[in-house]
């Protein structure tokens, strides 16, 4: 066999595997929907679910799934397809699996933008989403600056995102300090990260950002997998880096605070999500980054809720899986102990 025949069949192989895979994905969420629309205080059957779909009324059920769970499911899947793709974006462009937006910042920009909204100005609604992005866009540009001034896959970008971050969370901390006792609550859930509360009307913020950042992304996909390749070699195979990278960058952060502004900080959700997705697929790629996110929000969701004695927030599992995986990250980035 000739090695162009090799190089086909090696290509045939690899798109087979990552169409099963995203069709497993989107089967698994699928499963993860139905079981949010039955389970409950109350348990629905799924025929109770596909009448009130058809639009009959069921005493009890239409409430319950019309009102509280399918905006709490529609949210989750929101947020973690959002946080699977802009995690994906920031570790491929930076060519670093570390360079996660909760790991750098970014994440932490948006909750402290939110958190002054919340506590400070006491705003609501769409006006916390728009400091929260615009809070999240500052942090991404610094940081983004600092980058192109060494090496962007490096160790400095990452401490330097970590040093950033560190500052926020302190910022938040002095906020949540001298804030009304009758507030605190409210605002410590949100920064857990949490589905709770999640309302129609809360979705469009979101939902537009999707729309918009989700489209540019898959049109520029082929150009991402380029510049993870460094921007010397995507600039000779004719990509348009200074005009293209930063249009990512900005796509990854609105996609990020527009998120962390509907649900709160999520942890760990757009730190696993492109690792796990290129480990099944062997390539990685924008949607199955997206579908795993909102597999990990979902399914999280469902093991805070269900699994334990106790109720526990979103961001409190997917926490508890991604603190090991970071943790052995940085040890295999660093197997000598240094820097």
Avoid: H
Avoid at 325 to 332: D, N, R, S, V
């Amino acid at each position: 066999m000739r090695a162009e025949d090799w190089v086909k069949r090696g290509r045939r192989t690899r798109r087979r595997r990552r169409l099963m895979v995203t069709f497993a994905f989107t089967g698994l969420i699928a499963g993860l929907g139905l079981c949010f629309l039955t389970l409950g205080a109350t348990v629905y059957s799924l025929s109770d679910c596909f009448r009130v779909f058809r639009g009959e009324t069921v005493p009890g059920a239409t409430f319950a799934i019309l009102t509280l769970r399918l905006p709490r499911l529609l949210g989750g899947l929101l947020a973690g397809f959002s946080f699977g793709l802009g995690g994906s974006v920031f570790q491929k462009l930076l060519r670093n699996p570390l360079a996660s937006p909760d790991v750098i910042g970014i994440s932490s920009a948006s909750s402290a933008g939110a958190i002054f909204c919340l506590l400070v100005l006491r705003w609501k609604g769409p006006l916390v989403s728009g400091v929260s992005a615009l809070g999240a866009l500052f942090i991404g540009i610094l940081l983004y600056g600092l980058s192109r001034g060494g090496s962007s896959g490096g160790g400095r970008l990452i401490l330097q995102g970590l040093g950033l971050g560190a500052m926020l969370r302190s910022f938040i901390s002095y906020l949540l300090l001298r804030a009304s006792q009758y507030d605190v609550p409210g605002a410590f859930r949100w920064l857990s990260g949490s589905l709770n509360g999640i309302q129609w009307e809360d979705l469009g913020p979101l939902a537009g950002a999707l729309v918009i950042g989700g489209p540019f992304l898959f049109f520029l996909s082929r150009n991402i997998e380029v510049l993870e390749l460094g921007e010397q070699r995507a600039r000779s195979l004719g990509v348009r880096v200074d005009f293209v990278s930063p249009l990512l960058m900005l796509m990854g952060i609105i996609l990020i605070a527009f998120g962390t502004a509907l649900t709160g900080p999520i942890a760990f959700v757009s730190f696993l999500s492109g690792p796990i997705a290129r480990r099944l697929t062997g390539f990685g790629g924008i949607l199955p980054s997206g579908l795993m996110g909102g597999i990990l929000v979902l399914g999280g969701d469902l093991l805070g809720q269900f699994a334990f004695d106790v109720r526990f927030p979103v961001g409190v599992i997917t926490g508890i899986f991604g603190a090991p995986y970071l943790i052995f990250l940085l040890i295999q980035k660093s197997p000598g102990g240094g820097a």
